[in-house]
């Protein structure tokens, strides 16, 4: 072996113990927490449902560890599993500070029931979600939610100029189309040309109720190629607050049997 490849080999040899030093420098207990400890936590969010003090708790089971052996991704992982988390991003700051980036879940609208609807279309379970007001209900199957959540948008947006609110819509596993609107009435829009058929139920809504003050819709059956299908109730006459419970159901029993089916071409 000649001087030049032994010094190539002598090279080779203290370039390899100089990246292993922090390795063994850390089995070791060199760069322990109590010598370079974390002393930091910055936390970058608008926090409406997580509270800062989750967060911190959370990353305290792992900053103990000092600023070299801390672990981002089991501290990413760990924040990621808190309720109405979205996101996170961990990074370290020398010479002692962890920052932390979390984004919340924002909620657009309650799924089947069990679960909620993010506004980017991710879909998420917390607790507590009955106890969540002013959302609107979807339903179908999971795989149909980003065209459930256009449909909803869509929705809305037909029925704006009549003033009636969209409350649920829901999807069949057949590909048929529901709207609830916010009084209850339900509208059937079926499998095809669904949109169409409520754009032209909003057009004509407005007319149809003013010829009608004393009725309130029930239902709506908008499968047909030239028309639709309605059903009224009587409205209920407002009440003072007294009067007996049983009374009182047996009026709104009566509004039922009254429901009138009136059928129009359009």
């Known amino acids: 072996m000649n001087g030049a490849t032994l ?5 080779w040899a203290f370039a390899l113990t100089l990246l292993a030093l922090p390795v063994v420098g850390v089995l070791n207990g060199s760069f322990a927490s109590d010598r370079w400890p974390l002393r930091h936590l910055e936390l970058k969010a608008e926090l409406r449902r997580v509270s800062a003090e989750q967060i911190q708790r959370t990353a305290m089971q792992f900053t103990g560890e000092g600023f070299f052996a801390l672990s981002l991704t089991e501290l990413r992982d760990a924040l990621a599993k808190l309720p109405w988390v979205e996101s996170v991003e961990v990074r370290k700051r020398w010479p002692d500070t962890v920052v932390v980036k979390v984004l919340e879940f924002q909620p657009y609208a309650i799924w089947d029931g069990r679960a909620l609807v993010s506004r980017s279309g991710r879909l998420f379970e917390v607790p507590g979600i009955e106890a969540l007001g002013g959302l609107p209900r ?14 909803h948008a869509e929705a809305v947006r037909a029925l704006e100029s009549s003033r009636l609110q969209v409350a649920q819509v829901h999807l069949s596993d057949r590909g048929s189309w529901t709207v609830v609107l916010d009084g209850g009435a339900e509208l059937v829009l079926g499998r095809h040309q669904a949109m169409e058929r409520l754009q032209r139920f909003a057009d004509t809504v407005d007319t149809l109720m003013q010829t009608r003050p004393e009725h309130v819709l029930r239902h709506a059956d908008l499968r ?24 009182q159901a047996r009026a709104a029993g009566s509004n039922r049997s009254a429901d009138i089916r009136q059928d129009l071409q359009v």
């Open 138 to 151: 979807l339903g179908g199957p999971d795989a149909g939610i980003e065209a459930v959540v256009a449909f």
């Open 224 to 247: 047909y190629p030239n028309g639709y299908a309605l059903t009224w109730s009587e409205r209920a006459p407002p009440s003072d607050g007294g009067g007996d419970a049983s009374a």
């Open 7 to 11: 010094f190539r080999l002598l090279a």
